[in-house]
């Protein structure tokens, strides 16, 4: 079977490329390489352009029959949706449109969309299923909540069948060591925090210390990204059985604080970490922690790496290793 991805050469897709290569599929990537890698993509066929061209979109599908197409290729800076929306819905929206059709065109019927715990806004309760209410509060979930609806009506009308992967805190790297995260800017929490800890940054900020929380820090749900690839795999593999349209929360199931990932972050480096407390954030709730009973009855998605020691020393292992080849000032 052969596989689109499109931005193959982010955090994620690059994983998602691997992983697939590793199982036996046949890849396509197709990627503009704005904020991603083309040394992160271990093998398949790459092709570099973006989706909201109709050209590098022929020649992703043109080549050879795609039987289905995964889409990493979003903006997810939450800070800069709302300084900036018109380019997150040109990107996350209508783009993501242009590449539907061109699936409708090719007459690929099989999509894996990675949407967002954002679309939720505020929770009402937590841990959060699928059925709780959408009420994203920026551009960022606004836009991913678009296109959930947007696969509804093309599931109707055309018989595009789809499934909406909404993650809660992606983090780790590869256990190989080869792949991690590289995003410029970085505003994931493990990378910063690690970053403090090999020395790249002065230290790591907490915003918040006075929260509703056993330790006054917000609580977050981290899964490990090679058990998001694995729940990927298993969506595309109920769509290629006949399985109906779908949508899936994805998060580890436990909630672990900014002081928790700090404090052992320090036990896997074995040493202190710099930090400072600020005040709030605007918008962070106390706790997102997914349900993903879903996930795990209907695909049998059964993550590996739900340990939060073992996320970081992945997530470790890549930082060391990637220091010692980073240029002098590349902070992803």
């Not at 090999?198 to 609580?219: K, L, M, N, Q, W």
Request: proline letters at 5%; a negative charge; hydrophobic letters at 40%.
């Amino acid at each position: 079977m052969h596989v689109l991805v499109v931005g193959g050469a982010g955090y994620i897709g690059s994983h998602m490329v691997k992983w697939l290569r590793q199982r036996g599929f046949e890849v396509t990537v197709l990627d503009n390489l704005s904020n991603g890698y083309r040394d992160a993509v271990k093998g398949g066929r790459f092709v570099h352009g973006d989706l909201g061209e109709r050209a590098a979109l022929d020649e992703a599908f043109g080549r050879a029959p795609i039987d289905g197409v995964m889409h990493f290729a979003s903006y997810i800076q939450v800070g800069e949706s709302v300084q900036e929306p018109a380019k997150y819905y040109l990107n996350n929206v209508s783009k993501t449109q242009q590449l539907l059709d061109a699936m409708r065109a090719y007459r690929v019927k099989h999509f894996i969309f990675s949407s967002t715990a954002a679309i939720f806004g505020e929770p009402e309760r937590t841990p959060i299923d699928e059925s709780h209410p959408k009420q994203p509060i920026n551009p960022y979930g606004r836009g991913k909540w678009m296109v959930e609806q947007m696969l509804q009506d093309y599931d109707a009308a055309y018989g595009l069948k789809s499934v909406c992967l909404r993650y809660f805190n992606a983090a780790g790297a590869d256990p190989d060591g080869e792949l991690g995260e590289r995003h410029q800017p970085e505003t994931h929490l493990i990378p910063l925090v690690l970053q403090a800890a090999a020395g790249r940054r002065s230290h790591i900020t907490v915003f918040g210390d006075d929260y509703e929380t056993p330790d006054g820090t917000c609580i977050r749900d981290y899964i490990h990204v090679d058990d998001l690839c694995q729940a990927h795999g298993l969506a595309l593999q109920r769509l290629w059985a006949g399985g109906a349209s779908a949508v899936y929360n994805l998060g580890n199931g436990n909630g672990f604080s900014v002081r928790e990932v700090i404090e052992t972050a320090e036990a896997v480096v074995g040493h202190a970490i710099p930090v400072q407390y600020g005040v709030r954030r605007p918008g962070d709730p106390a706790r997102l922690v997914a349900d993903s009973r879903r996930a795990r009855t209907e695909l049998g998605w059964e993550p590996r790496y739900t340990d939060l020691a073992t996320i970081i020393a992945h997530a470790w292992r890549w930082e060391t290793r990637a220091t010692v080849a980073r240029p002098a000032g590349e902070n992803g």
